[in-house]
Protein backbone atom coordinates (compact mmCIF):
# COMPACT_ATOMS: atom_id res chain seq x y z
CA UNK A 1 0.00 0.00 0.00
CA UNK A 2 1.49 3.35 -0.75
CA UNK A 3 1.72 6.07 2.10
CA UNK A 4 0.94 9.81 1.70
CA UNK A 5 1.50 8.68 -1.78
CA UNK A 6 5.86 8.98 -1.18
CA UNK A 7 6.42 6.04 -2.99
CA UNK A 8 4.26 6.87 -6.83
CA UNK A 9 6.39 6.93 -9.32
CA UNK A 10 5.32 10.03 -10.66
CA UNK A 11 6.57 12.49 -7.61
CA UNK A 12 4.22 15.60 -8.65
CA UNK A 13 1.39 13.20 -7.50
CA UNK A 14 2.53 12.85 -4.14
CA UNK A 15 2.43 15.11 -1.03
CA UNK A 16 6.07 16.05 -1.34
CA UNK A 17 5.84 16.67 -4.78
CA UNK A 18 2.81 18.91 -4.92
CA UNK A 19 4.37 20.80 -2.01
CA UNK A 20 7.34 21.38 -4.21
CA UNK A 21 5.25 22.42 -6.93
CA UNK A 22 3.15 24.40 -4.79
CA UNK A 23 6.30 26.38 -3.42
CA UNK A 24 7.34 26.90 -6.98
CA UNK A 25 3.89 28.53 -8.62
CA UNK A 26 3.55 30.69 -5.36
CA UNK A 27 7.12 32.05 -5.29
CA UNK A 28 6.77 32.63 -8.93
CA UNK A 29 3.31 34.29 -8.82
CA UNK A 30 5.01 36.53 -5.58
CA UNK A 31 7.85 37.46 -8.05
CA UNK A 32 4.91 39.34 -10.29
CA UNK A 33 3.62 41.48 -7.55
CA UNK A 34 6.70 43.94 -6.89
CA UNK A 35 6.60 44.43 -11.31
CA UNK A 36 2.74 44.96 -11.49
CA UNK A 37 3.29 47.38 -8.63
CA UNK A 38 5.84 49.21 -10.07
CA UNK A 39 3.55 49.78 -12.83
CA UNK A 40 0.36 50.82 -10.99
CA UNK A 41 2.37 52.91 -8.68
CA UNK A 42 2.49 55.42 -11.41
CA UNK A 43 -1.55 56.10 -10.65
CA UNK A 44 0.33 59.10 -8.30
CA UNK A 45 1.62 60.73 -11.00
CA UNK A 46 0.11 64.30 -11.65
CA UNK A 47 0.05 64.06 -15.14
CA UNK A 48 -3.43 63.58 -16.27
CA UNK A 49 -2.60 59.06 -16.25
CA UNK A 50 -0.29 60.34 -18.98
CA UNK A 51 2.26 57.85 -17.88
CA UNK A 52 0.14 55.11 -16.61
CA UNK A 53 -1.28 54.86 -19.85
CA UNK A 54 2.09 54.40 -21.88
CA UNK A 55 2.34 51.78 -19.31
CA UNK A 56 -0.76 50.18 -19.98
CA UNK A 57 0.04 50.47 -23.77
CA UNK A 58 2.84 49.03 -23.68
CA UNK A 59 1.49 45.91 -21.36
CA UNK A 60 -1.07 45.48 -24.06
CA UNK A 61 0.44 45.04 -26.77
CA UNK A 62 3.97 43.74 -26.57
CA UNK A 63 4.46 40.00 -27.70
CA UNK A 64 6.89 39.37 -24.96
CA UNK A 65 4.56 40.24 -22.18
CA UNK A 66 1.84 38.38 -23.77
CA UNK A 67 3.95 35.60 -23.36
CA UNK A 68 4.34 36.07 -19.65
CA UNK A 69 0.77 36.78 -19.61
CA UNK A 70 0.22 33.34 -20.37
CA UNK A 71 2.94 31.59 -18.35
CA UNK A 72 1.48 33.82 -15.52
CA UNK A 73 -2.14 32.66 -16.05
CA UNK A 74 -0.74 28.59 -16.01
CA UNK A 75 1.19 29.77 -12.68
CA UNK A 76 -1.74 30.48 -11.04
CA UNK A 77 -3.92 27.65 -12.53
CA UNK A 78 -0.62 25.15 -11.16
CA UNK A 79 -1.03 26.89 -7.62
CA UNK A 80 -4.88 27.08 -7.71
CA UNK A 81 -5.29 23.46 -8.69
CA UNK A 82 -2.08 22.21 -6.43
CA UNK A 83 -3.48 24.33 -3.15
CA UNK A 84 -7.01 22.41 -3.74
CA UNK A 85 -5.48 18.87 -4.23
CA UNK A 86 -3.48 19.27 -1.34
CA UNK A 87 -6.20 21.00 0.74
CA UNK A 88 -8.28 17.64 -0.07
CA UNK A 89 -5.44 15.57 1.33
CA UNK A 90 -4.88 16.65 3.98
CA UNK A 91 -8.27 17.74 5.02
CA UNK A 92 -8.82 13.29 4.75
CA UNK A 93 -5.39 13.21 6.43
CA UNK A 94 -4.89 15.11 9.67
CA UNK A 95 -6.35 18.99 10.01
CA UNK A 96 -3.23 20.94 8.91
CA UNK A 97 -2.10 23.20 6.86
CA UNK A 98 -0.21 21.64 3.56
CA UNK A 99 3.29 23.25 4.69
CA UNK A 100 2.85 21.53 8.04
CA UNK A 101 3.99 24.55 9.82
CA UNK A 102 5.01 25.03 13.70
CA UNK A 103 4.46 27.86 15.69
CA UNK A 104 0.83 28.96 17.05
CA UNK A 105 1.00 32.46 14.79
CA UNK A 106 2.01 30.22 11.61
CA UNK A 107 -0.26 27.80 12.34
CA UNK A 108 -3.14 30.47 12.55
CA UNK A 109 -2.11 31.66 9.28
CA UNK A 110 -2.12 28.45 7.66
CA UNK A 111 -5.50 27.43 8.78
CA UNK A 112 -6.97 29.86 6.78
CA UNK A 113 -4.33 29.61 3.62
CA UNK A 114 -7.30 27.81 1.48
CA UNK A 115 -10.04 30.45 2.68
CA UNK A 116 -8.15 33.60 1.59
CA UNK A 117 -6.74 31.48 -1.72
CA UNK A 118 -10.70 31.21 -2.53
CA UNK A 119 -11.40 34.82 -1.37
CA UNK A 120 -8.03 36.33 -3.30
CA UNK A 121 -9.28 34.16 -6.45
CA UNK A 122 -12.96 35.62 -6.84
CA UNK A 123 -10.83 39.35 -6.75
CA UNK A 124 -8.80 38.23 -9.24
CA UNK A 125 -11.68 37.32 -11.77
CA UNK A 126 -13.64 40.87 -10.48
CA UNK A 127 -10.27 42.59 -11.29
CA UNK A 128 -9.27 40.67 -14.42
CA UNK A 129 -13.01 41.34 -15.79
CA UNK A 130 -12.65 45.15 -14.40
CA UNK A 131 -9.87 46.36 -16.51
CA UNK A 132 -8.08 43.61 -18.73
CA UNK A 133 -11.05 42.01 -20.34
CA UNK A 134 -12.97 45.24 -20.45
CA UNK A 135 -10.40 47.22 -22.26
CA UNK A 136 -9.26 44.00 -24.90
CA UNK A 137 -12.98 42.96 -25.14
CA UNK A 138 -15.84 44.55 -24.05
CA UNK A 139 -15.14 47.69 -24.73
CA UNK A 140 -11.90 48.07 -26.64
CA UNK A 141 -10.48 51.61 -27.19
CA UNK A 142 -13.43 53.10 -25.75
CA UNK A 143 -11.96 54.71 -21.89
CA UNK A 144 -8.30 55.52 -21.63
CA UNK A 145 -7.22 52.80 -19.10
CA UNK A 146 -6.25 55.50 -16.23
CA UNK A 147 -10.14 56.85 -16.68
CA UNK A 148 -10.93 53.04 -16.26
CA UNK A 149 -9.06 53.01 -13.34
CA UNK A 150 -10.32 56.15 -12.03
CA UNK A 151 -13.93 56.13 -12.42
CA UNK A 152 -13.80 52.40 -10.82
CA UNK A 153 -11.81 53.94 -7.52
CA UNK A 154 -14.04 56.89 -6.97
CA UNK A 155 -17.54 55.90 -7.96
CA UNK A 156 -17.09 51.85 -8.65
CA UNK A 157 -19.93 49.85 -7.72
CA UNK A 158 -21.28 53.21 -6.08
CA UNK A 159 -18.54 53.43 -4.12
CA UNK A 160 -18.02 50.20 -2.44
CA UNK A 161 -15.34 48.88 -5.47
CA UNK A 162 -12.22 50.38 -3.92
CA UNK A 163 -12.97 49.57 -0.63
CA UNK A 164 -13.59 45.64 -1.64
CA UNK A 165 -10.22 46.22 -3.53
CA UNK A 166 -8.95 47.21 0.15
CA UNK A 167 -10.03 44.33 1.78
CA UNK A 168 -8.83 42.05 -1.24
CA UNK A 169 -5.42 43.64 -0.42
CA UNK A 170 -5.38 42.53 3.70
CA UNK A 171 -6.44 39.49 2.70
CA UNK A 172 -3.51 39.19 -0.18
CA UNK A 173 -1.31 39.94 2.66
CA UNK A 174 -2.51 37.12 4.82
CA UNK A 175 -1.81 34.94 2.07
CA UNK A 176 1.92 36.35 1.33
CA UNK A 177 2.95 36.29 5.25
CA UNK A 178 2.01 32.54 5.19
CA UNK A 179 2.80 31.62 1.84
CA UNK A 180 6.25 32.97 1.68
CA UNK A 181 7.58 31.60 4.68
CA UNK A 182 6.25 27.87 3.63
CA UNK A 183 6.91 27.64 0.00
CA UNK A 184 11.37 28.10 1.39
CA UNK A 185 10.27 25.36 4.24
CA UNK A 186 8.66 23.11 1.54
CA UNK A 187 11.51 23.26 -0.80
CA UNK A 188 14.01 22.29 2.41
CA UNK A 189 15.15 25.30 2.14
CA UNK A 190 15.83 25.19 6.56
CA UNK A 191 18.78 26.71 8.31
CA UNK A 192 18.54 27.87 12.31
CA UNK A 193 20.75 31.10 10.56
CA UNK A 194 18.53 31.93 7.66
CA UNK A 195 15.14 31.16 8.58
CA UNK A 196 14.71 33.93 10.77
CA UNK A 197 15.67 36.12 8.34
CA UNK A 198 13.51 34.91 5.35
CA UNK A 199 10.40 34.96 8.08
CA UNK A 200 11.31 38.48 8.58
CA UNK A 201 11.69 39.24 4.72
CA UNK A 202 8.27 36.85 4.36
CA UNK A 203 6.67 39.74 6.85
CA UNK A 204 7.90 42.46 5.65
CA UNK A 205 6.93 41.33 2.16
CA UNK A 206 3.36 40.79 2.83
CA UNK A 207 2.85 43.81 4.37
CA UNK A 208 4.47 46.44 2.11
CA UNK A 209 3.81 45.05 -1.21
CA UNK A 210 -0.30 44.75 0.07
CA UNK A 211 0.07 48.22 1.24
CA UNK A 212 1.25 49.60 -1.72
CA UNK A 213 -1.38 48.56 -3.89
CA UNK A 214 -4.03 49.50 -1.19
CA UNK A 215 -2.98 53.02 -1.14
CA UNK A 216 -3.92 53.20 -4.45
CA UNK A 217 -7.52 53.40 -3.93
CA UNK A 218 -7.20 55.28 -0.85
CA UNK A 219 -5.39 57.69 -2.84
CA UNK A 220 -8.18 58.53 -5.58
CA UNK A 221 -10.56 58.28 -2.52
CA UNK A 222 -9.51 60.83 -0.97
CA UNK A 223 -8.34 63.17 -3.95
CA UNK A 224 -12.19 62.36 -5.10
CA UNK A 225 -13.42 63.71 -1.78
CA UNK A 226 -11.38 66.55 -1.96
CA UNK A 227 -9.53 65.53 1.56
CA UNK A 228 -5.97 66.63 -0.45
Do not use: C
Not at 31 to 50: E, Y
Not at 159 to 167: L, S, T
Not at 203 to 215: K, M
Amino acid sequence: MVQNGSSHPFILATSIGRKFLMSLSGLFLISFLPVHLAGNLLLFKDDGGAAFDAYSHFMSTSVIIRVLEIALVVGFLVHIIDGILLTRRNKAARPISYSGGSGRVLSFFSKYMALTGILILVYLVVHINSYTLKHRIYEPGNLAFYETVKVSFETGWSGFYPWFYVIAMLLLGFHLNHGFQSAFQSLGLNHKKYTPLIKKLGLAYSVLIPLGFAAIPIFFQLRYHNIF
